[in-house]
């Protein structure tokens, strides 16, 4: 007997709505479950067989990706603007998940590129880096223009630019008397 479970999932802020199909593309089960790491896992291992998983890109999509793509065979993430049977028909969270997992099942999705596994924290810690180099770029226009309206001389270019930007080595500078 084939074993093979396709499920729907519409991932919210606090909640994740799923339809879960059996192989001959009945519905089987709904169910309603927080958007916690736990609970995910807990709800994903409690389902027998091979599941073939199926949500739209969002939000919350790659931290979903990484958290389930090894408790499942099959994982696809979707593009929402490419599920065209989705846009007929009435519009409820139920009704979706039923939708995503019947074109899973029929095999009618596209999957969008997520990188591999643990990318995600590379990827915020290139972002903080990029965020910290444009708050300290700020901040010395900031300084500049208030030490430009009260006619102070600047040296801030000098002293807060890092040495290795400035020719490395530290260099003093004479003093004059």
């Not at 609970?39 to 790659?62: M, N, Y």
């Not at 958290?67 to 989705?86: S, T």
Request: hydrophobic share 40%; proline share 5%.
């Amino acid at each position: 007997m084939n074993e093979d479970k396709y499920l729907g999932m519409d991932v919210h802020q606090a909640s994740i709505v799923c339809a879960v199909h059996n192989p001959a593309g009945k519905c089987i089960a709904h169910s309603i479950i927080e958007t916690k790491a736990a609970t995910v896992r807990d709800f994903l291992r409690g389902l027998s067989g091979t599941l073939h998983v199926t949500f739209e890109e969002g939000t919350q999509a790659p931290w979903l990706h990484d958290l389930i793509r090894p408790l499942v065979a099959e994982l696809v993430v979707c593009n929402p603007r490419r599920n065209h049977p989705l846009k007929e028909g009435s519009k409820s969270d139920k009704v979706d998940v039923s939708k995503l997992a019947e074109l899973l099942w029929a095999g009618l999705l596209k999957s969008v590129y997520h990188g591999a596994l643990g990318v995600l924290p590379l990827k915020a810690l290139a972002h903080a880096d990029d965020q910290l180099t444009q708050d300290r770029v700020r901040v010395m226009s900031r300084l500049k223009a208030l030490f430009r309206a009260q006619a102070i001389p600047s040296l801030l270019s000098r002293c807060l630019v890092p040495l290795s930007l400035r020719g490395g080595g530290f260099r003093r500078r004479q003093l004059r008397r």
